[in-house]
């Protein structure tokens, strides 16, 4: 089968046709509404959104008046996407683990589901750290474990992902890797294949310490009611089983 891993350059319009027609759902009702609850005040601020891919929440987040509003993503053409649709903030590509930007640059980082792709997550805070300014602040949601980490199984002729133990044996069979930093390839329609490197909460709350960070918020994802109607299955499976979880850390002095 033809595909390559991680290809946002060729599936930027398709992203870009869903997302502005509400279609994506994971992003509709659970993670922009996770994010946005969790939202600091960010008037005036210098902003920089981390892998911004081709940048709708740029038109989200301009609503709560930054000073200004700055891209970066690895995607070329997620880049070209966001320059044509959103003129009035600045796009660069580029790679969060080698950031094209100076220290103290930024006063809040927003970044969706972004950190969730690469592996050294050790190196991407040193770099949010050098480019924020004291006291700046970083919003970031990454893939929940609960999702992400699990195994499928077939159980009674129905698909299950799951995370669990065999009961009552020698305890032999563990499905999932909840407590590991774990590679996650996971395959979706027309292709698509993305690989994300999936941890546990701790995980994350480590980390953040070792880097000077101070976590000020801490959520796990839930479907909000609005999408009951329109997509009850979805619903039922991610009110009750989170899908991301998100952080907002304040940069301290070292
Ligand atoms: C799931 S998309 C999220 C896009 C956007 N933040 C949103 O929520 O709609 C993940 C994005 O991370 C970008 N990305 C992955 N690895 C990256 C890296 N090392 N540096 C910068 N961007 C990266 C991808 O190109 C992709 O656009």
Redesign the pocket.
Known sequence: MNFKV?D??KF?EK?HFE?TNGM?KS?RFV??PMMLSMLPNIEGKRVL?????????SEMLSKYNPKKITG????EK?IAIAKESYPNCGFYV????NLPFKENEFDFIF????I???EDKDK?FKELYRVLDDNGQVLF?VGHPMRFATEKINYNGNNFHVIGFEAGSDGKQVLGKYMSHTKQVNHFKDNEV?EEFIAPPSYYFEILKNNNFVVEDFKESRCIDECKEIDEAYYNRFHEIPQFMGFLAKKTKE
């Open positions: 991680n946002y350059d930027a992203r997302v994506k992003l993670e922009k959104l981390l892998g911004c891919g081709t940048a709708e929440e970066i993503d690895i995607s997620s580029g790679d969060m683990l970044s969706s589901l972004a969730t792709h690469v991407v949601s993305l």
